[in-house]
């Protein structure tokens, strides 16, 4: 027998609890596994070996666990080079874990292939597994990742309420959704869309360089059809030249480990929309909302299908690291609509670790300025089921 160990990393989910559930779970109906160490924060909590031991929570806190967002264990954002991973493996070694579950995103992936790759020169036994997870949708080989559909469904029902409050006092309204890279998730905007004339009207991602004069002359076209105009931007939206609009903007922008500047800290893209539209277009009521940390740890919004397929994936990790030295777990896509469906696979962590995918063309429209029915046939199903509204404004005049 020897021990394992689980943590959490990168930020948090609404659903990065369900893994964990589900690798707890699973190990312990595994007697190869002794102890199951829970890693509070991550590997900066790993190093000071900061544990507490999953086997002794009860089965009803662990229900509980896995229908609360955010990271149970809590996280880190600390970027282990060689010497930080030393350090944790001597932890491993001085523990005697030959298991280790990590679950996040790609730089979470690469922790696990930097560490495996480590303890198979120094001869120590360790089965490393990478369990996915992210809201930003852009890990490599897997169809989607768990976490995305959850905080699609946050930012699907946000829009619609914003499209509705938009009806009762007409105007332009902006909401900044986070993306740095990928913008997938800014796309989940477009999925509660129920008349034909509902917002957002306009879907800006990092995929398509986004100019000013451009954005005008969009925001003014639909603004002069409709009286009124919802727009989904990407944090990470970029000039031509591939600045993001957010770093410009920012001075003496804040950094994180991974030498990231902050986008969703700071409201200061969605004011200078909301300042450029007002000076050029001569709106006057214009409202822009950064919609920041709240979409990946809102309470009490889980869609059913991320929390059964995080768990899935928890679950899976510690299956395939009874018989394989390492890797990471990933979604197959099986069938969409009525018959949607996904079947897990093992993926090397090389093929992970670092990299990120963008939102393919086909889901973009033609003008760069929406998502097409592909990606609403992709992503409805990760969402889960919305809420059906009504607005009686449309209906004819007595």
Do not use: W
């Not at 609404?14 to 589900?22: E, K, M």
């Not at 409709?226 to 903007?249: H, M, W």
């Amino acid at each position: 027998m020897a021990n394992a160990i689980v943590s959490q990393s990168g930020g948090p989910t609404g659903v990065i609890n369900a893994s964990l559930v589900g690798v707890i779970e699973e190990v312990c109906k595994h007697k190869e596994i002794d102890r199951l160490y829970g890693g509070l924060h991550a590997v900066a909590g790993i190093v000071k070996e900061d544990f507490i031991d999953l086997k002794k929570l009860p089965i009803d806190t662990l229900e509980r666990v896995a229908g609360s967002p955010s990271s149970s264990l809590g996280s880190s954002r600390d970027k282990p080079d060689d010497e930080y991973c030393a350090r944790i493996l001597a932890v491993l070694k001085k523990r005697d874990i030959r298991y280790f579950y990590y679950i996040g995103g790609n730089d979470s992936a690469n922790t696990c292939y930097i560490i495996n790759n480590m303890a198979e020169r120094e001869g120590f036994q360790l089965r490393a597994f990478h369990v996915p997870k992210t809201v930003d949708n852009d890990l490599l080989v897997t169809d989607h990742c768990p976490g995305f559909g959850t905080a699609g469904k946050f930012v699907a029902c946000a829009l619609m309420g914003d499209d509705l409050d938009n009806r009762a006092l007409a105007g332009v309204k902006i909401d900044v959704i986070m993306g740095r890279h990928a913008g997938f998730l800014t796309g989940a905007s477009v999925l509660g869309k129920q008349r034909d004339d509902d917002g957002p009207h306009l879907v800006y991602i990092p995929e398509r360089p986004f100019t000013m004069e451009k954005f005008l002359a969009d925001v003014d076209g639909v603004f002069k059809k409709l009286g009124r105009c919802v727009i989904a931007v990407s944090e990470g939206v970029s000039q031509p030249d591939g600045k993001t609009y957010a770093e410009v903007l920012a001075e003496d922008a804040e950094r994180d480990a991974h030498g990231n500047v902050q986008l969703s800290g700071t409201g200061a893209l969605a004011d200078y929309l909301a300042g450029q539209i007002k000076s050029n277009l001569g709106v006057s009521r214009v409202r822009a909302d950064t919609f920041g940390y709240l979409q990946r740890s809102f309470a009490g919004l889980q869609s059913e299908t991320d929390v059964d397929e995080a768990r899935r994936c928890g679950r899976q990790a510690v299956l395939y690291s009874m018989k394989e030295d390492n890797g990471s777990v990933a979604i197959k896509r099986l069938g969409n609509g009525a018959d949607y469906a996904v079947e897990l696979f093992r993926t090397n962590l090389s093929e992970v670790a670092e990299h990120t995918k963008s939102v393919p063309d086909e889901f973009i429209n033609a003008d760069g300025n929406g998502m097409t029915d592909a990606f609403i046939e992709y992503a409805m199903p990760l969402v889960g089921q919305l809420p059906k509204t009504e607005y009686i404004g449309n209906y004819p005049k007595a």
